[in-house]
DNA sequence: CTTCTCACA
DNA sequence: TGTGAGCA
């Protein structure tokens, strides 16, 4: 009765494929015990040790070829180098499933807000926001492939964000995104009246932009501040062909308007 | 069941 | 850095 067992059983034990194995064995990382004279190749207890080693290095982000030098060469300062690299790496790995985790939840909240709310027009409270100027335009054009191209600094997840178009009263559109520190331009803390809606194309978009200023006049809003868009692309990936907005409009307070008329 | 080689991502 | 097919 033989201690060493075949391929297929290595494979089996170690949860590996047969195939990867054999690649090890081509890159000079592990031999069998020795080769059977049917040409097949038997490992034993050491082979197991051997190949537990390497799918650890593995796992730690070591090239099969790396692998062939540490474990002929590395010595026990060189294993702790490698160990803090892995863990750096883990980390940075940590970061960005956090900030995946954090996207997610933000569409699914987005989501929920946007089936309560749209199409009612609300007052929403908002901090001071600041923005970082990313595209400016005129107003009557509207972003291309081709501006995108020539103007913008690249933006990493750029469609993940809420793009602020923000409508000055110059002529100029400026495309934003949000920042944490202080950056080109600030919107002001204050009430701002609010819609989002759907939209298919550039008329209902315009349409929804008059009714916001018809409504702000029945309702005797004082308008104080540029008209924003805000776009939320990626909550159009759940509804097709339509675009996901959110107009905003800073009014002045009722507090504000009290005390202006007392004094 | 194993071996090897080849093409393919 | 592996996988899958095909062959002996």
């Not at 034993?44 to 650890?56: K, V």
């Not at 920042?179 to 331009?185: F, N, R």
């Amino acid at each position: 009765m033989k201690s060493e067992i075949t391929i297929s059983e290595l494979a089996n034990v170690m949860n590996v494929s047969v195939h990867q194995i054999r690649y090890f064995e081509e890159k000079g990382v592990l031999e069998p015990a020795y080769t059977d004279n049917n040409q097949y190749r038997m490992y034993g207890i050491d082979q197991i040790y051997q190949l537990s080693h390497i799918l650890l290095l593995r796992k730690l982000g070591v090239s099969v070829q790396s692998i062939k030098d540490c474990m002929t060469s590395y010595s026990a300062d060189q294993y702790r180098k490698l160990l803090h690299h892995s863990l750096r790496e883990i980390d940075a790995e940590l970061m960005r499933l956090k900030e995946l985790q954090q996207f997610i939840k933000k569409v699914l909240q987005e989501q929920q807000n946007f089936n309560s709310q749209s199409n009612h027009y609300q007052i929403k409270r908002r901090d001071t926001t600041y923005f970082a100027r990313w595209i400016e335009m005129d107003s009557h054009t509207k972003p291309n492939a081709k501006l995108l191209a020539e103007q913008a600094k690249h933006v990493p997840n750029l469609f993940e964000s809420d793009i602020h178009y923000i409508y000055d009263d110059s002529s100029t559109t400026t495309l934003c995104l949000e920042t944490h520190e202080p950056g080109d331009i600030c919107l002001l803390e204050g009430n701002y009246l609010s819609i989002q809606s759907l939209v298919n194309d550039e008329e209902e978009l315009e349409q929804m932009i008059e009714q916001l200023y018809d409504y702000a006049a029945a309702q005797s809003y004082t308008l104080a501040g540029p008209l924003i868009l805000i776009e939320r692309s990626y909550l159009s990936l759940i509804s097709k062909n339509e675009l996901h907005f959110e107009l905003q409009i800073l009014i002045e307070s009722a507090a504000n308007s009290e005390k202006g008329n007392r004094t």
